[in-house]
Nanobody, 117 residues
Framework: QVQLVESGGGLVQAGGSLRLSCASS????????VGWFRQAPGKEREFVADITWRSRSTYYADSVKGRFTISRDNAKNTVYLQMNSLKPEDTAVYYC??????????WGQGTQVTVSS
């Protein structure tokens, strides 16, 4: 059973940076493309970024292009999301999952990111 644990969230001022981590217990995650998603209060969960298994391709939502960078360390079973130039509209709970598609049984607790103006 794969478990994904997100960490690294927090409270930051607009323009600041955070680095999120997604640690996996292993399993299929190791050879899967992995994505970051986020859900703001009152909104549906949305795609943020994903990365293929060998880091050969990355994809970003238009809203984060140029500000966020996704990377992974397969030896550590960990995927990262470096978030720079944060904006209040980036405030959300951030989750990781395989992608595509995300698996319903892989959703974790997420990590809260709050950006103050």
């Amino acid at each position: 059973q794969v478990q994904l644990v997100e960490s690294g969230g927090g409270l930051v001022q607009a323009g600041g940076s955070l680095r999120l981590s997604c640690a996996s217990s292993g399993g299929i995650f190791i050879i899967s493309s992995v994505g970051w998603f986020r859900q703001a209060p009152g909104k549906e969960r949305e795609f943020v970024a994903d990365i293929t298994w060998r880091s050969r391709s990355t994809y970003y939502a238009d809203s984060v292009k140029g500000r966020f960078t996704i990377s992974r360390d397969n030896a550590k079973n960990t995927v990262y999301l470096q978030m720079n130039s944060l904006k209040p509209e980036d405030t959300a709970v951030y989750y990781c999952n395989t992608n595509p598609p995300p698996r319903s049984d892989y959703w974790g607790q997420g990590t809260q990111v709050t950006v103050s103006s």
